[in-house]
């Protein structure tokens, strides 16, 4: 079973949609909710008997999601630290009502793929996840090499990497504000210095 580790801002509904439209019913989009994981494994684990995909924010290679789904093979795509943080700033604000000031934000978003791979800003232990028990890593800026390569790593009959993309920002204003403020460029570099590591890395 392919298991998609989503990181915010890469590519993510990109690649549910090449998930969905290959094994259709035999995909599972996993439900948010840090906070209720065990419940949400438990409903999937009930409701799918056999899938052959499963994807999420929550997808993390733990024991927790081991322990319901064994077989799970896991990947991921990264992005550029940079430009992934600004996507991200730009999607909470076309979503949500409320206004995050840029620098209050990033500061609870810091080193988000860092975070999000080894739970804490550190890129020699994201670094050990990926090497460890993540098979595949693709870039967002080699995003059809990667599918390509993807593909391939997966073995998977049926997998179709054709695409659209989905989920693209409507405008780059609020990028172009972000980045008219030198106080924020600085703190995109200064918070995201273990991403850069990590990403650095893969790209190498």
Known sequence: ML????????????VRAILRKSFGPAHCDLID????????????ARCYRRPKSIA????????LFREHFPEARYYTFLRSPQVRCISHYQ???????????????????ANFQTRE?????DAEKAIEVLETTVGFVGLVERFNESLLLWKQWAGVAGLDVRYRAVNVAR???VKANV?????????????NQEDEKLYRYVVE
Not at 34 to 44: C, H, P, V
Not at 94 to 106: G, T
Not at 179 to 191: C, G, H, K, V
């Open 33 to 44: 909710g840090l906070d209720q994981l065990a419940n949400n494994l438990k409903w999937a």
């Open 117 to 121: 791979l080894a739970g804490e800003p």
């Open 179 to 191: 980045l008219a403020s030198p106080r924020n460029r600085e703190l995109i570099r200064e918070l």
């Open 171 to 173: 405008s780059n204003t």
């Open 56 to 63: 999420g924010h929550e997808v993390r290679p733990e024991p």
């Open 91 to 109: 999607f909470i604000l076309d979503r949500r009502s409320r206004y995050y000031p840029f620098p209050e934000w990033i500061e609870a978003n």
């Open 3 to 14: 298991a998609h580790i989503h990181i915010n801002k890469t590519a993510g509904q990109t």
